[in-house]
């Protein structure tokens, strides 16, 4: 089973592989655009206006060099490689712009081992196919992703770990009307297979999340602006997941159930007036609240999530994070305190 | 007036009948300030607040989340460039999903357009 489901990722990969339509006469377009740079770059000098007079020769310069930026690769460090790639690191599906946490903890005075801790989801998205309408209303279909999710710990208590293997595609409408309170609905369909840390239970099945934008109602965007106290914003989830169970011991939190249904809700306040007295790039709270219903079994599990972020840089963050509950795959009862640093790329 | 993009029922071969294979003519941002006269006005529309190259599309700016920026604020900046006539290429949800500010967002635009 653990060679069977990543060799099934690998067989889809190949449907990734399309390419967009280009522009019908890319070169037309360029030799265009040429002239128009030339023509901003003379209009810059005339009016003396120096950082339109580096823009337009930018551009002209690059435009003229294409062919030959093309031919080099342009990476400057790992990083930058693996994001063209199509690599991310995050914390989570939904936490793009949250770094993936790493931490570790030692008690010194019982000399106990250190503990370490991993929390991070990178995925792989290689350059798009993208399906989309355009017309009134606009819809999409993404790129097929890979991904992995780790939530991990060294600790000897395991109610915690996970590992998550998706191969997800995500569709999302958008509605012309920008007074509108729906502004689209976004679902992301995985197949997926979520085991404990030493890979002794499987579960391996589909997952779909729905969610909708709206930015009227503060789902997706920040009440606000950077005069205020405080922001505020939110998140409201259903979902369903349909899978079995392959295990070589018995789940102890997991009765028997091949449907779960889910709802999970998210929201973020937004420290505004502290971010000018301390100089940080972000201070948010948040709680993530989870709740699944195992129908076979006719049990419920909730699990929350809550924490402070902040973050000192675009990269580097500090975290605190509280959890309580039952999370999957083995919905044992957990209850735990973390800290620690975060890296994003 | 910008251009509208022309779609056709079919690809220049006939055989896939979809948008993504449609021929654009007369793309109008041939220059890097074209695509920012024609992406921050939409995007200021969408979501009431003044855009510019330093504007940041999460905290601190547009105050997007993560999943809004990926497919609603994409699929805004996608309709307003199209509705200048130009088809991107390779500009996706993931790239939009890197893009720190609204300058960001009109280097990658750019860079799908001008590309070879």
């Given at each position: 089973?653990k060679v069977?489901v990543?060799?099934i990722?690998?067989a889809?990969?190949p449907?990734?592989?399309?390419s ?15 002239q128009?740079?030339?023509q ?16 337009a020769a930018?551009e ?5 060099g ?6 080099k ?6 990083f930058d ?6 690599f ?8 793009e ?6 931490a570790f903890?030692?008690?010194r ?5 250190a503990v ?6 990178l995925?792989?998205q290689?350059?798009p196919v993208l ?17 992995v ?5 060294s ?8 590992w998550r ?6 569709f999302?409408?958008?509605t012309?009307?920008?007074?509108a309170?729906?502004?689209g609905?976004?679902a992301?369909?995985?197949a ?8 002794r ?19 997706g965007?920040y ?15 259903v979902g369903?997941?349909v899978?079995?169970?392959?295990s070589?011991?018995?789940?102890p939190?997991?009765?028997t159930?091949?449907?779960w249904?889910?709802?999970r809700?998210?929201?973020d306040?937004r420290?505004t007036?502290?971010?000018?007295a ?9 709680i ?12 419920s ?6 924490g402070l972020?902040l ?5 580097v963050?500090?975290?605190?994070q509280y ?13 735990m305190?973390k800290?620690?640093?975060t890296?994003?790329f | ?12 071969h006939?055989?896939?009948?979809h948008?993504?294979f449609?021929r654009?003519?007369?793309c109008?941002?041939t220059t890097k ?11 200021a529309?969408r979501?009431?607040?003044?855009v510019t190259d330093?504007?940041?599309?999460g905290n601190g700016g ?9 497919t609603?604020?994409?699929a805004?900046?996608v309709?307003a460039?199209?509705n200048?006539?130009?088809k ?16 960001d ?12």
């Amino acid at each position: 089973m653990k060679v069977l489901v990543p060799t099934i990722i690998l067989a889809l990969c190949p449907l990734t592989l399309f390419s967009q339509g280009a522009n019908a006469s890319s070169k037309e377009f360029r030799n265009r655009a040429e002239q128009a740079a030339r023509q901003e770059l003379a209009d810059a000098i005339k009016k003396q206006d120096w950082a339109k007079v580096k823009e337009a020769a930018d551009e002209l310069q690059q435009l003229q060099g294409v062919d030959k930026a093309a031919a080099k690769p342009a990476e400057t460090n790992l990083f930058d490689m693996l994001k063209r790639s199509g690599f991310s690191l995050s914390r989570s599906p939904d936490e793009e712009k949250k770094g993936a946490l790493f931490a570790f903890t030692q008690d010194r005075r019982a000399n106990t081992d250190a503990v370490f801790n991993a929390d991070f989801y990178l995925k792989w998205q290689p350059k798009p196919v993208l399906f989309q309408q355009i017309y009134d209303k606009y819809a999409v279909f993404d790129t097929l992703a890979i991904s992995v999710q780790g939530v991990l710990t060294s600790a000897d208590d395991k109610a915690t770990d996970a590992w998550r293997f998706r191969l997800e595609n995500t569709f999302f409408t958008r509605t012309a009307d920008n007074n509108a309170w729906f502004d689209g609905l976004v679902a992301t369909l995985s197949a997926k297979d979520e085991s404990d840390r030493d890979f002794r239970s499987d579960r391996i099945g589909a997952e779909l999340w729905l969610t909708f934008n709206s930015r009227k109602a503060y789902i997706g965007q920040y009440s606000g602006d950077e005069n205020s106290l405080f922001q505020f914003r939110w998140r409201p989830y259903v979902g369903i997941d349909v899978g079995g169970t392959v295990s070589d011991e018995p789940l102890p939190g997991t009765p028997t159930s091949n449907t779960w249904l889910m709802a999970r809700g998210r929201a973020d306040l937004r420290f505004t007036f502290l971010l000018k007295a301390l100089h940080f790039s972000d201070f948010t709270a948040y709680i993530d609240n989870k709740y699944v219903y195992l129908c076979e079994a006719d049990k419920s599990r909730n699990y929350l999530d809550t924490g402070l972020d902040l973050e000192f840089n675009d990269n580097v963050g500090f975290t605190l994070q509280y959890t309580i509950g039952e999370d999957s795959p083995k919905f044992v009862r957990e209850q735990m305190f973390k800290g620690g640093l975060t890296v994003k790329f | 007036m910008p251009k509208k993009a022309s779609f056709t029922a079919f690809s220049s071969h006939g055989i896939l009948p979809h948008p993504l294979f449609a021929r654009v003519e007369g793309c109008t941002l041939t220059t890097k300030d074209k695509v920012r006269q024609c992406i921050y006005p939409a995007i200021a529309a969408r979501y009431g607040k003044p855009v510019t190259d330093k504007t940041k599309l999460g905290n601190g700016g547009l105050g997007l989340d993560d999943i809004t920026i990926r497919t609603d604020l994409y699929a805004t900046t996608v309709i307003a460039v199209h509705n200048a006539g130009c088809k991107l290429r390779s500009f996706s949800p993931d790239d939009i999903a890197q893009c720190k500010t609204a300058g960001d967002i009109t280097d990658g635009i750019w860079a799908d357009l001008s590309a070879a």
